[in-house]
């Protein structure tokens, strides 16, 4: 009887903490937004004999994202982020946190071939997916 007493008082209590729980939905923004904020990387000079190309830029409700890949002699040598953008801090947290693990894992790998990041799902997706774009281009330019 007693345990089924405090089963019982847990319950309520966790009911009206669940009850209490406020969240907001995340802000949602088109690409074209005038407030929707325009991360752009700076990139560092090619190297001699290499080719680069633009990947398309990809469109999330949360984010828009732009990939740069460099080959030389056919291979990955260099990732620039073109353009990164959030709907919101937590998106840009997100994207911030992403990125660079993303660019140093396909570098690593030579190719878009590799794991999304934990976490980043979406961003990660559509990062990969523009680099691949970008690297189809500058095979067929080079």
Same mark, same amino acid.
């Given at each position: 009887? +007693? +345990?089924a007493v405090v089963a019982l008082v @847990?319950? #309520?209590v966790a009911v009206v903490l669940l009850a209490r729980y406020e969240t907001t939905p995340p802000v949602t923004r088109s690409a074209d937004d005038p407030r929707r904020p325009k991360a752009i990387a700076t990139a560092e &000079? &090619? &190297?001699p004999g290499s080719v680069s190309a633009v990947g398309p830029a990809l469109v /999330? &409700?949360?984010s828009a994202i732009q990939v740069k890949a460099t080959l030389k002699d056919g291979k990955l040598v260099g990732i620039e982020t073109v353009a990164l953008s959030g709907d919101g801090p937590h998106t840009d947290a997100l994207n911030a946190r992403a990125e660079p693990i993303l660019r140093e894992r396909a570098l690593r790998a030579g190719s878009a =071939?590799? =794991?999304?990041v934990s976490g #980043? /799902?979406?961003t990660s997706e559509i990062w990969l997916e523009s @680099? +691949?774009?970008a690297i189809r281009k500058a095979r067929r330019a080079d």
């Open positions: 009887m +007693r +345990r @847990l319950t #309520a &000079p &090619p &190297p /999330t &409700p949360f =071939d590799v =794991d999304v #980043a /799902t979406s @680099l +691949r774009g």
